[in-house]
């Protein structure tokens, strides 16, 4: 880098009007590979940027050859200030020889870069603008909308100057005289939209842009393709196309195939927990709303989305395992006998070994076996205390218990909602999830939640 800077950087020479080099900067030096004292006095610039008949003159200056003391010559850009006052002139010496060799090298990367590019002169479209912005000034948005035939005009100024052989070779048959006359035909009406927009930041004077855009190719094949565009020149930009259709599509595949498996496992899930329909409908019932106020819960806490849904699937078969118990038992009138109650104990278990070896989140195995642990280690199958119990699982278990006090059983009638509030706050930190119970709680009290089944 440190020598790029000092290819480009500048030097200069005092000459009298005769030509005669008075006096040179220490850069002169270096780039010459003269000495001070060998041109100070004695070299005359002809001898060393040419006879000024040579010089070939430039907007800014002119271009010539310096001749260096090896005998090397160097392409220069000088520029010339006459003091005739004082009889002097100050020549300035500008090597652009390495930006020469960049521009050059750059020229090549375009022609043999794999991805289509277009070089583009936006001088007219430019001077369009220029128009525009004495009538509209910064409002181009309500101009277009006035007169929306405004962007064909705009389209049609753009020049295009260079096209690589990857930008013929991916899009066969494509001509920039077709597009000026009805870009229709290789834009999609969003595709449209999607330039508007970007010329209106040209407009606004940002000519670095990037952007995706729906184009219509010469055979009429959708396509989705990026585009940077880079500024070379004050009004000249490099435009770089990369198709992005390839991707676009795989991704719409997948989307597709995720969507379907997404639809098979609710229906597994679904199925599996109407399958208790057929063995115990209160059962099936409970779940559902079990599931309803997990949900809602796991929600209130703030839980992420995939967390708050494995919840929900978890809690919605957190009592397959009943399926193992007989009938008798689960919809028995009385109370159970301590049988009859070991029996009805084992549903976690269960529960978990009919679902292990499904690929569920793991939420949703914890609920299944958890879900009757409590805190302090009161619970089923475990005995779990704390934080062994999954949160999910003492999630579960509070909506169970509410769920489960405020529904009609056999042997009892159903408590109220406030009772069943009254009870998880009775236990709270000590069976119950503190925060669990005060989301729930909240959820009554202050939220409305109503199940919907
Ligand atoms: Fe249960
Ligand atoms: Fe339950």
Known sequence: ????????????????????????????????????????????????????????????????????????????????????????????INDFSFLTYMYENYASFISQSPFPIIEVDLSEMFNYFRIIKKIAGNEIDKYLEIYPEAIYEIIGKIKFIY???????????????????????????????????????????????????EVIDPIGKLRFINV??????????????????????????????????????????????????????????????VAELSHAIAKEIGLPKDKVDAIRIGALLHDIGKIAIPGEILNKPGKLNNIEMEIVKTHPLTGYNMLKNIDFPPEVLYIVLQHHERLDGSGYPEGLKNGEINLSARIVAVADVVDAMISHRPYRPPFGIDKALEEIEKNKGTKYDPDVVDACIRLFKEKDFKFSI
């Open 1 to 92: 880098m440190k020598d790029f800077f000092e290819n480009i950087s500048s030097c200069f020479l005092i000459v009298n009007s005769q030509g005669l080099v008075l006096e040179c900067d220490s850069n002169f030096e270096k780039k010459s590979g003269y000495k001070r004292e060998e041109v100070k006095d004695k070299k005359h610039i002809y001898e060393i940027l040419g006879d000024i008949s040579s010089w070939k003159k430039l907007d800014w200056g002119y271009e010539t050859y310096l001749t260096k003391s090896n005998g090397e010559k160097i392409k220069i850009f000088i520029n010339f200030f006459s003091f005739s006052d004082y009889n002097l002139n100050i020549i300035t």
């Open 163 to 213: 096209i690589n052989e990857s930008f013929y070779n991916e899009y066969k048959g494509f001509s920039f005289d077709a597009l000026k006359e009805n870009v229709f035909n290789y834009f999609t009406e969003e595709g449209l939209n999607t330039l508007k927009n970007e010329l209106l930041k040209v407009y606004d004077g940002n000519l670095n842009l990037n952007f995706e855009v």
């Open 228 to 289: 940077y565009v880079y500024p070379v020149g004050r009004e000249r930009v490099l435009i770089y196309i990369l198709d992005k259709t390839k991707e676009r599509e795989l991704e719409e595949d997948l989307r597709r195939s995720v969507s379907k498996i997404t639809n098979l496992y609710n229906q597994v899930i679904n199925t599996l927990s109407s399958i208790m329909e057929h063995k115990d409908s209160y059962t099936a019932y409970h779940q559902k709303r």
